[in-house]
C-alpha cells in the first residue's frame, strides 16, 4: 500500500466493506494466503471498492477533495444487489499486478458513483470501471514453486467461485502514505 503510493501518496474514493464482509474477505484471502504464493496481502482493515481513483496527491491538492465530494457523499445509500463472485487480476503475464474479488454489480449502481464523483471532481470517467477489491499485489514468483502451484492456477481454482452478496457501510477518502503501510481516511461519510 504506501510502497505504491507516489511521493504525495494516492487519493482514492472508496466504498468500505460492512463488519460481515470484511470478515469475510479476510476469511478468502487466508484460503488464498494458504498457496503461499509471493504477495503483499492487503490488511483486513484496508479492504474497499475503489469508486474513483485520483493519484498521487500532495497536501494542498487532497485537502479539498472531502468538501468537494460532502453533497454526493451524505446522500448516497447503501448499494443493494451485489456479490463477490471470484477472483480475477490485473496486470502482468504471468504474475499479475494486483489480484481481486470481484463484485457483481448487475444494475451498475457502483458504475454510477464512480461517474457522479468523476463529474463533481472534473475527473475523466473510466469506461472499463469495474467494481472489485483488491486482496494482494503479488510479487515476483520463485521458479521453485510447487507444480500447479502459481498464480494463474490459483486463479483458476477460485475464478468462478461465489461467495455471496456484499454489503458496504460507508464511502471514504483514502490515502496512502510512502511511509505508511496502511491507508489512511481523510473523510469517512456512512451509507442510509
Known amino acids: 500500500m504506501g510502497k505504491y503510493a507516489g511521493p504525495d501518496g494516492n487519493v482514492f474514493i472508496s466504498l468500505r466493506p460492512s463488519p460481515d464482509l470484511r470478515d469475510r474477505l479476510a476469511a478468502i484471502s487466508d484460503r488464498l494466503r494458504a498457496w503461499d504464493l509471493p504477495a503483499?496481502?492487503?490488511?483486513?482493515e484496508d479492504f474497499h471498492l475503489t469508486l474513483?481513483?485520483?493519484?498521487?496527491l500532495g497536501?494542498?491538492?487532497a485537502g479539498w477533495i472531502p468538501a468537494a465530494v460532502d453533497d454526493l457523499a451524505r446522500a448516497l445509500a447503501a448499494p443493494s444487489g451485489l456479490r463477490l463472485t471470484g477472483l480475477g487480476a490485473a496486470g502482468g503475464a504471468t504474475v499479475p499486478q494486483s489480484v481481486f474479488a470481484a463484485v457483481d454489480d448487475p444494475d451498475r449502481i457502483c458504475a454510477a458513483i464512480h461517474r457522479d464523483l468523476a463529474e463533481v471532481l472534473d475527473e475523466s470517467i473510466n469506461p472499463s470501471f469495474k467494481p472489485h477489491v483488491t486482496l494482494a499485489r503479488p510479487k515476483a514468483q520463485s521458479t521453485n514453486l510447487p507444480l500447479m502451484r502459481d498464480w494463474p492456477h490459483l486463479l483458476e481454482a477460485h475464478g468462478l467461485a461465489d461467495w455471496g452478496e456484499c454489503s458496504f457501510d460507508a464511502v471514504q477518502v483514502l490515502r496512502s502514505q510512502p511511509t505508511v503501510p496502511r491507508y489512511q481516511a481523510m473523510a469517512t461519510w456512512p451509507l442510509s
Request: hydrophobic share 30%; glycine share 8%.
Open 59 to 61: 497536501e494542498d491538492a
Open 52 to 56: 474513483l481513483y485520483l493519484g498521487p
Open 40 to 44: 503483499t496481502w492487503t490488511h483486513p
